[in-house]
């Protein structure tokens, strides 16, 4: 079942990938969540802070792009979240490490 609310946190966190933006990470969540955004905040940085600590790190794998490897490590430990927001992790994970 996904999780609405931590799927619209996890992609008002992100934001457009590659593009600055003037408000910051935090103020992004609490307009698209509204007052639960403070709380599910945590969940939302524990989960990317998750997934960058996996060892080895998913871009070492030379066999597949890093997209695909996040995307697959996600589907299998966090199937709470929606297609948007696996997609939007993934396109990040793959910006950070290009």
């Known amino acids: ?3 609405d609310q931590l799927s619209r946190a996890v992609l008002a966190y992100i934001g457009i990938v590659g593009r600055l933006s003037s408000e ?6 609490i307009e698209a969540i509204g007052d639960g955004g403070l709380d599910v905040l945590p969940r939302v940085v524990a989960l990317l ?8 790190p998913l871009w070492s794998n030379s066999n597949f792009e890093p997209y695909e490897q996040v995307e697959s ?26």
């Open 1 to 3: 079942m996904v999780d």
């Open 24 to 29: 910051s990470k935090e103020q992004r969540v």
């Open 73 to 98: 490590w996600l589907w299998m430990n966090h199937p709470e979240l929606s297609r948007a927001a696996m997609r939007a992790i993934a396109n990040q994970y793959a910006f950070d490490y290009k």
């Open 49 to 56: 802070d998750e997934l960058y600590a996996v060892e080895p």
